[in-house]
């Protein structure tokens, strides 16, 4: 099978194909194509691949190129991992808003509305060539903000785009640690909203509903990270477990606080640090998959450091340094490619799960997988508080897409000033002015 990663150049690309070496089942991945416009970027990931695959018998092959079109043609999977903008555009993004006073996290708020604006009409037009050089192919989608770009792909892909995400996974991981669940595998989650923007309800072992018992015990409920983060008196007033990104919702005012006051943004900070390594890279003599790791490890320890910071949750735990994302994306394509039938939560097409939502409205739930794609699992309703935060925040999102489908410097400032987190028209047309004024990208709102 042929796997095409859109962003081959980026920096966490070694981890999928970590993932992939360890995979010797028949009908894996063969080859994998690597495509980025930056050269230089997908020489230095090719290095590290190389080393990574040292030993390995039949390792996947890797080729590059920074030609999209050839890069498509015949995949049996697309991975996309594209940054627009690049880790300057994320840093510009959290600068201008932070100026304003709200928040510029690069999912979340305002930050994460100039990032889909820059980034919807690019991934538009890959879902396109997908469906003229590769029309049998499943893309799979980790470009942020995921369920967003996943929407927008999925009017011209249908079902054959699927949003992935590692943060429901890891939650319901340390959820079903705590409880001292031998097999997590062996856990349903129960767990629906939208990307970044979710609750887990419960998680059943065996048919019994764990979830309870961790809430009742204020000692269990403040020993892992979210329990940390959020407190444990304001989990069990909501009777669930709140993904990580609510924080920024939940602590609105502390984050932001926190961001203005931090040395330097986390994108600032991920600029500088992939800055050193793809310099380090130019280096024939360096060991790349050593020094990758080493950047790897700092980077992953330093994760939501403002939000545990302000919560005064501590360090991260060990057992949540390793990502997940690669295992949950390999998982998807096992499960497609050879009918391995899964579950998975992703970010798919409402359909009919939640009645609040159209059916085209993308959502991130458990899904049954198989040959035929991912299907969403019919959920209970959500509590009335959930449902306005996922009501409004899906609004937005259909506003930055119309606005990137026509151009509409208007539309675009109505997706500012509808988000919960940017409290003033005002200021969502300064943020709409300073966003335009850096981005070279968001030169087609007029």
Not at 73 to 97: M, P
Not at 110 to 119: D, P
Not at 245 to 251: D, E, Q, T, V
């Amino acid at each position: 099978m042929k796997l095409t990663i859109l962003g081959g150049g980026g920096f966490r690309v070694p981890l999928v194909y970590g993932a992939l070496l360890q995979d010797h089942a028949e009908g894996r991945v063969t080859h994998v194509v690597l495509h980025d416009p930056d050269a230089a970027r997908l020489s230095a990931v090719t290095r590290v691949l190389a080393e990574q695959a040292a030993g390995v018998p039949d390792a996947p092959e890797v080729t590059a190129t920074t030609d999209l079109d050839e890069a498509l043609r015949g995949a049996d999977f697309v991975f996309s991992a594209i940054r627009v903008g690049g880790l300057e555009g994320r840093a510009n993004d959290e600068r201008v808003a932070l100026a304003e006073g709200v928040l510029g996290q690069e999912t979340v708020g305002a930050g994460g509305i100039a990032y889909g604006l820059r980034t919807v009409p690019v991934a538009v037009d890959i879902a396109r060539r997908v469906a003229r050089l590769a029309p049998d192919a499943w893309v799979i989608n980790f470009t942020n903000p995921a369920g967003l770009v996943t929407e927008a792909m999925s009017r011209h892909l249908g079902d054959r785009v699927i949003g992935i995400c590692d943060s429901p996974v890891g939650l319901g991981r340390r959820i079903a640690r705590v409880l001292g669940v031998k097999n997590p595998g062996e856990a349903w989650i129960d767990y629906v909203g939208l990307n970044h923007l979710g609750w887990v309800r419960g998680l059943r072992v065996a048919g019994r509903d764990e979830l309870p018992r961790l809430l009742a015990d204020p000692d269990l409920l403040g020993s892992f990270e979210e329990g940390k983060l959020f407190g444990v008196d304001w989990l069990r007033s909501l009777g669930a477990i709140p993904n990580e990104y609510l924080h920024y919702y939940y602590f609105n005012r502390e984050a932001v606080r926190a961001y203005q006051q931090a040395e330097k943004t986390r994108g600032a900070f991920l600029h500088d640090q992939q800055a050193r390594f793809y310099a380090e890279m130019r280096n024939p003599d360096a060991p790349a998959w050593k020094v990758w790791d080493q950047t790897r490890a700092e980077r992953e320890a330093t994760y939501m450091a403002e939000n545990r910071e302000t919560a005064g949750a501590g360090e991260r735990d060990e057992d949540d340094l390793s990502g997940g994302y690669e295992k949950v994306a390999l998982a998807l394509m096992r499960a497609i490619a050879r009918d391995e039938r899964t579950t998975l939560i992703l970010n798919v097409r409402n359909q009919r799960t939640l009645s609040v939502l159209d059916t085209d409205a993308v959502i991130e739930v458990p899904c049954l997988v198989d040959a035929n794609g991912a299907h969403p699992v019919t959920v209970d309703p959500l509590p009335g508080h959930a449902t306005g935060l996922v009501c409004a925040v899906k609004a937005v999102e259909r506003e930055v897409l119309a606005a990137a489908d026509s151009g509409s410097r208007a539309t675009a400032v109505k997706a500012f000033a509808l988000h919960p987190l940017v409290d003033s028209v005002t200021v969502a047309r300064r943020l709409v002015e300073g966003y335009t004024e850096v981005h070279p990208g968001l030169a087609y709102l007029r």
